[in-house]
Every structure is written in C-alpha cells, then in structure tokens.
C-alpha cells in the first residue's frame, strides 16, 4: 500500500530534519564555547542527507536519510585576550567557527521543513482513513 | 442481467491505485527538499493510468517460451519522469521546489478523494439495485 509508504517517507524527512535542528541548537549553544587551542575548540556540525534508494518495486522513493554529521572546515577565530583564564603562552583564546546567522537560517529552514512533512503525514492520514470508509 | 463488477466501478480502481502510487512520489520529493544532488520527479499520470487499466493484458513483449517473463508490470519505468526545474540550480544540485510540490501533493489528495466519492456512491447504486428498494 502505496500511502502508507508516505507515512514512512514523511517519518524518515521529520527524523532527518530534527537531527538538522539538533545540530543547529548544539551549533548554537556552543558558539561561546572558548578554549585554548584549536584541536580543542568546538567546531560547527552539519548533517549530510542523502536520497534513499529502494528497490524497483518501491519505484526508488523511500525517503532521505542522514549520511553522517560533518565538522564544519571553515577557519576557528583565534582572539587575543591575555588576561582571559584559558589564553595560551601567546595569550589567544579561540572561538568556535559558529556562523550565528547561518545557524538561525538553518533553524528555520529545519523546522518549516518539518512542518511540510507533518502536513504530508497528516494528509496521506486522511486519505487512509477515508478510503477504511469506503463502501459504508 | 449480470451486475459486472469490473465495469461497475469503471476506472477510479485504477485511478486511487495511480494516485496513491502518485503520492508516494511527491512526499519523496517532499522529504528530499534539502537533499543535494536529488532531482524531483512526478508520475505521468496518463502514462500511468493507461498502464494501470491496461495491466492485465500484455504490453507488447511475447512470450514465446514459458521461462519469459510476462512483461506485465504495474511499475513500468516510463511512468516516472524527473521534472523540469523552473529556477536556475541554487549551487547543490537540488531541483525540488517545495512549493509546487507542496501544491501538487494537495491536488494529488484532492483527486484522491474524488476518486474515492465516485467509488463511494457506485457501490452505493450497486447496494441499492441489490437490495431492490
């Protein structure tokens, strides 16, 4: 049954999303996380998705999965700060490579992505529901 | 007088068939919207509903030995097309766009139910010459 495929594609996009949402809130909490070198200073993480592929009898739709979650290669921000508690010998504190503003934007690209995929869900729902109904 | 009931429900077996199958598609283009490199793709759904109502009768290939295979297959790959996107590649590959796929999910469902009054009250007009009221 073809709908309740769409039940599980809609259920794989709401599982991918949220662990895009809990990427961008871990992102975000951290992106004061100072520390005093840089293999030790958090760096930003994003989830990878890919299509999942299924067999011809499933004509190949199946939904997205998370590939892995990938550390952000973009620069760590070293800051001079001497007097700071965690400053290295030269004095520099270095700060995650967060970008606050991307962050915010992939928020709520997750969430309304999400929101989609619940109206999907609830959608082919209904359309189960009405066709048990059929011939009463 | 025989009530055929094959002919009774005419194409909207076909059709919810074609239709749920339809669905299936566009909620995969739905999940997929921020998937890079994925191509959006929709049902023909002529091509579909031709191959649906034609489904029981061969589709062309003979079988000439009984190891063939019959060649009738609901899941015939010409049915399933990539669309055409209508904006230019953002940089990922990706050519969903969710909002027309949003509206095709909901008109997919619109014709769904459709499909599913007219199945309703076919069985309905069946129910009533059965029962002679």
Request: charged share 15%.
């Amino acid at each position: 049954m073809d709908l309740n495929n769409v039940m599980d594609i809609a259920g794989t996009a709401m599982s991918a999303q949220s662990v895009r949402l809990n990427t961008t809130a871990s992102n975000l909490a951290n992106a004061d996380s100072i520390s005093s070198s840089i293999d030790q200073t958090y760096k930003a993480r994003h989830p990878v998705f890919a299509a999942i592929q299924q067999a011809m009898q499933e004509q190949g739709v199946g939904g997205v999965q998370v590939k892995g979650i990938v550390e952000s290669s973009a620069p760590v921000r070293p800051r001079y700060q001497p007097d700071h508690p965690l400053a290295d010998a030269d004095g520099y504190i270095y700060q995650p490579n967060v970008n606050l503003v991307e962050e915010m934007a992939n928020m709520i690209s997750a969430s309304r992505s999400y929101q989609t995929n619940v109206q999907v869900a609830n959608t082919a729902k209904q359309m189960l529901a009405r066709t048990l109904q059929i011939g009463q | 007088m025989t009530i055929n009931f094959n002919k009774a429900f005419g194409i909207h077996e076909q059709a919810l068939d074609v239709q749920s199958r339809r669905s299936a598609v566009l909620a995969n283009n739905i999940a997929n919207a921020d998937t890079p490199g994925f191509k959006a793709r929709d049902i023909d759904f002529r091509q579909a509903l031709q191959n649906a109502m034609h489904a029981n009768q061969s589709s062309g290939l003979a079988r000439t030995d009984s190891r063939h295979f019959s060649g009738n297959s609901r899941y015939l790959s010409t049915e399933q097309q990539y669309r055409v996107p209508m904006q230019p590649d953002t940089g990922d590959g990706n050519t969903v766009d969710a909002n027309v796929e949003q509206a095709a999910f909901a008109q997919n469902a619109i014709q769904y139910q459709t499909s599913l009054t007219f199945l309703n009250s076919k069985i309905r007009g069946l129910l009533t010459a059965i029962r002679g009221e």
